[in-house]
């Protein structure tokens, strides 16, 4: 399935889950669609038969909240049944409302609480670099989570330790869970930050998959520092009345808002 | 302990290359035979320990063995959270090693008093807790580590008390019964085994003997064989460089009342006035009534035969 495609099932599948799930964070899931659609449309190198497959890129989402987006992500792209999408957040369910591996193939690492993923993705970097492998290891994070302290101290790991093999993508849609990034706590000069903690920086529209694709390639990088692609996002993307809200990082899509999210996604606005 | 621990693990890296030993800056001088001959085994991740057992995690996730070293509270409580949500719900082959249980860091106040370690570290379903009374039994957990899958606590202390045995007879995972239970037995976990091992010889010349267990880990595989160890006995005594609560008083007290058993337990540990105060170990464990002389005491004053 080409990426476009994979972003637009990623869409329709997220609100669904959400839907069926009465469940949060929807408009993070659509946040990532295009950068998910990207990865897992050909970006990452992974093989939906063998989930363990040694040669595997990483992939962890470190927002963890999302989750709905990676699942669908795996799923449509054959890691396990579609059907199974429907699960979320029910009761007995692995599919939780944060990403976790337990029960799901393809799901490399688990989180919810955020300011982990980059830590841990720098650890699988590292062993896969001291291997002399050629696996490359991603972690989406949101550009909330980087209020964490934890992500700079694993920024400073990274780049101390030259781990080249690792990309960072943040989500920056500019909204946290109360209100705006810049209302809440500023990142910006957001890019200084990362220069200035020895990254190499890119920055991309988060929903244009041929900058996203340019961004993500192996030859993206091609010096001893890590790579960190800030894609510019909008929260809510493709549901007009979703985008850039606050209100959605929480609200659950029903009844006629569920319906009207979906005949957006189906094209018949 | 420290140094017979960081000895059994320099054996073991030496033989597999996918050890590797995590410091988050922190054992000036006691690491350098390690880091002289196995550099490529051994990170000094900053002063950052989130960071430190996420990084653990994310090698171990690749394979490797991570031990990763610090002390006092900072590997378990700065940490807690990647301990729980990244090492353990993945079963990650990271081992969190700190010196300086208890008050062996006395002196350096509150923030270097490690007393709650236990019960917090204990909580966590996929977390080993071990804690060795003797050096060689720190040498012992070196291996033992590396041989248990996943996650597990090890607990150092300045002090210990004599071995009786070499490290390959020990076995972590089982308490140790150094004298057999008797109408009192005291059950310590740690360095302050050598109060009560003082308090058992010095009751056994006024004619009172007392059983003696060691309890070299706080989480047990098997209740059954524990209660086992008490039997015939009227009285525990439980002795930690910890709160009260939570800790190995906490779990005997989980064990024996789940269990036909009446016995009564006395609980020692640290009292709360006292968390803040300074002192050397010495002193602290006397102002809590952890000493020898405390303990000779208590149980003289507790018998019931006489």
Redesign the interface.
Known sequence: MNSIDLAAKIRLDAVIMTNRGNSSHVASALSIADILGVLYGGGLKVDPQNPNWPERDRFILSKGHAGAGVYAALAETGFFSTEKLLTHYQNGSTLSGHVSHKGNPGVEFSTGSLGHGLSVATGMALAIQRRRENSRVFCLMSDGECDEGSIWEAAMFASHHKINNLVAIIDYNKIQSLDTIAATLTLEPFEDKWKSFGWNVTQVDGHNHEELEKALSKQSNKTSKPLVVMAHTTKGKGISFMENSVLWHYRSPQNEEFEKAISELSGDK | MRDEFISGLLEIARRDRNVLLLTADLGFGVLDEYRRELP?QFIN??I?E??M????????????IVYCYSIGNFPTLRCL??IR??AA??QANVKIVSIGGGFSYGQLGMSHHATEDLAIMRALPEVKVVVPGTRNEAKAAANYLYQTPGVQYLRLDKSYATDQVEPHEIDLSEWNVLRKAQEVTIISTGGVLEEVIEAADMLSQRGVEVGMISARNLTPHDFKSILEMFAGSKLLISVEEHVRSGGLGGLVAEIVSESELKIRLIRLGVLPRNISTVGSQKYLRNLNGLTAQKLVELVLSNRITH
């Open positions: 490529d991740v900053g950052a989130q960071n057992i996420g990084i653990a995690t994310g090698l171990a996730m690749e394979g490797n959270e990647q949500n990244d719900y993945h």
